[in-house]
């Protein structure tokens, strides 16, 4: 079966101010008009983060801004929004949240066969020092390769 992918969003800045680990996929509970929305890439997930409440996931601060078409029935854009996970899965986030100081931060929202689905990591926050020496390596890692194609 052929998975049709459609990359909504994604969160550049998450890996600059983030280490990111493992990463997970997980449905998003959605009503009315938000994927409408969506699917017109009206969303907005740079300043968003899962957390994890009662035993379920839910997504705080992702921006689904309004659709133009919806009338009275449109959604809340900043409203926290339930994630599709296995139990399992939430009580090994949720110990490694509590134990080990890391975060959950989305990385991506992409429609995967026409639905919605969202890539979150999980994160330990840099210090300067780190996003220094991060971008050292990749102004290094540029200038070899500008030098290796000026030789050939």
């Known amino acids: 079966m052929d ?18 680990d493992d990463r997970y996929e997980a449905g998003i509970v959605l009503v ?11 969303v907005s997930i740079s300043d968003s983060y899962v957390t994890i409440r009662n035993n379920e996931a839910y997504v705080i601060n992702m921006n689904i801004a309004p659709y133009k078409e919806g009338s009275i029935f449109n959604h ?11 139990k399992h899965e939430i009580n090994k ?7 080990d100081g890391y975060t959950l931060i989305p990385t991506k929202i992409y429609l995967s066969n026409g639905k919605a689905k969202l890539e979150f990591a999980i994160a330990k926050g840099k210090k300067n020092y780190d996003k220094r020496e991060d971008s050292k390596q990749k102004s290094m890692a540029k200038e070899t390769r500008k030098y290796s194609k000026e030789k050939y």
């Open 3 to 20: 998975k049709k992918v459609i990359l909504i969003s994604e969160n550049r800045k998450a890996s600059f101010d983030y280490f990111l």
């Open 32 to 42: 009315g008009t938000e994927i409408k929305s969506i699917r017109k890439h009206s």
């Open 76 to 86: 809340d854009p900043l409203r926290s929004r339930k994630l599709l996970l296995h």
């Open 93 to 99: 986030l949720h110990k490694k949240i509590k134990e």
